[in-house]
C-alpha cells in the first residue's frame, strides 16, 4: 500500500448507473487529484484539490462530478456516463506548497478499473 | 507549457544489463522531477524524486540524474531482473493559472521495459 487507497478497485457500471469512486490518504498531504488512464492513452489530469478548494478542472465533462469533503478525502461521482469513459481512474495526493512555489512529490492509489458497458 | 518526452518507448534487454531511460522537458524552471513505474493495469509507484537543487538520486540499484540546464533527466537501472519489466514514467509538475497549486504534473509517455531471462 502506498498510503493512498482507492475504492473499488473495480466497478462495472451501465450508462443510466450513478456510482462513486472513492480516495482516501492519511500522508498528511494537502492536495488531492484525479487522474484519467485509458488504453494507451497518456495520464489525463481532471480534477485538482487544494485544501479542499477546487484549484483546476481540466475540461471534464459534467457527468463527472468531484468532492472534497476535507484534505484526507476524494470522491468522484459518476452519472450517465459513455463507454468510451471506461478507463483506469487514479487518484493521488501529494504536499502542495504554493506560497513558496513547491511541491513537494505525488503519491498515487493503485487506481479504479471502471467498465461502462 | 512543460512538455515531457521519454526515449526510448520501449526497450527489451536480458536479464543482467545495466540501462539507461532518458527524459527530456522543455521548460527548465522545474522544481522537482520524479519517475514512476506502472505495472499493467496497476497504479503508479513513485521510484525517486529530485529536487531541482540536486543533480542526483539513487535507490538501490536505481539511480536518477536531472540537468535543469539541458532539460534533461535520466534513469539508470544496474544490473536490470525481469521483475523490472513494468512502463517506466517521468514527470514535472507546474502550477496552474492562478498560482493556486503547483502540483500539476506533466507526464512523458513512458518506456515500456521488457527484461527477460
Known amino acids: 500500500e502506498t498510503g493512498v487507497t482507492q475504492t473499488p478497485r473495480h466497478l462495472v457500471m451501465g450508462m443510466t448507473n450513478k456510482k462513486s469512486l472513492k480516495c482516501e490518504q492519511h500522508l498528511g498531504h494537502n492536495a488531492m487529484y484525479w487522474y484519467k488512464q485509458s488504453a494507451k492513452k497518456p495520464l489525463e489530469l481532471m480534477f485538482v484539490?487544494?485544501?479542499?478548494?477546487?484549484?483546476e478542472n481540466n475540461s471534464v465533462p459534467s457527468r463527472f462530478s468531484p468532492e472534497c469533503p476535507n484534505s484526507s478525502h476524494l470522491f468522484l461521482h459518476l452519472h450517465t456516463l459513455q463507454p468510451e469513459d471506461s478507463a483506469l481512474y487514479l487518484c493521488?495526493?501529494?504536499?502542495?506548497?504554493?506560497?513558496?512555489?513547491?511541491?513537494?512529490?505525488?503519491?498515487f492509489g493503485s487506481g479504479t478499473r471502471l467498465t461502462v458497458v | 507549457k512543460q512538455e515531457v518526452t521519454q526515449i526510448p518507448a520501449a526497450l527489451s534487454v536480458p536479464e543482467g544489463e545495466n540501462l539507461v531511460l532518458n527524459c527530456s522537458f522543455t521548460?527548465?524552471?522545474?522544481?522537482?522531477l520524479q519517475w514512476f513505474r506502472q505495472d499493467p493495469g496497476k497504479g503508479l509507484t513513485s521510484l525517486l524524486l529530485?529536487?531541482?537543487?540536486?543533480r542526483e538520486q539513487t535507490s538501490g540499484r536505481l539511480n536518477a540524474s536531472l540537468d535543469k540546464s539541458s532539460g534533461r533527466s535520466t534513469l539508470y537501472i544496474a544490473a536490470s531482473q525481469p521483475g523490472d519489466s513494468a512502463t517506466y514514467l517521468c514527470a514535472a509538475p507546474y502550477p496552474n493559472a492562478g498560482g493556486t497549486s503547483y502540483g500539476k504534473l506533466t507526464f512523458g509517455q513512458g518506456t515500456i521495459l521488457t527484461v527477460h531471462p
Open positions: 484539490y487544494n485544501f479542499k478548494e477546487q484549484t
Open positions: 493521488a495526493s501529494s504536499r502542495d506548497d504554493s506560497p513558496k512555489k513547491r511541491n513537494y512529490g505525488y503519491t
Open positions: 529530485i529536487q531541482s537543487s540536486q
Open positions: 521548460d527548465s524552471a522545474i522544481y522537482n
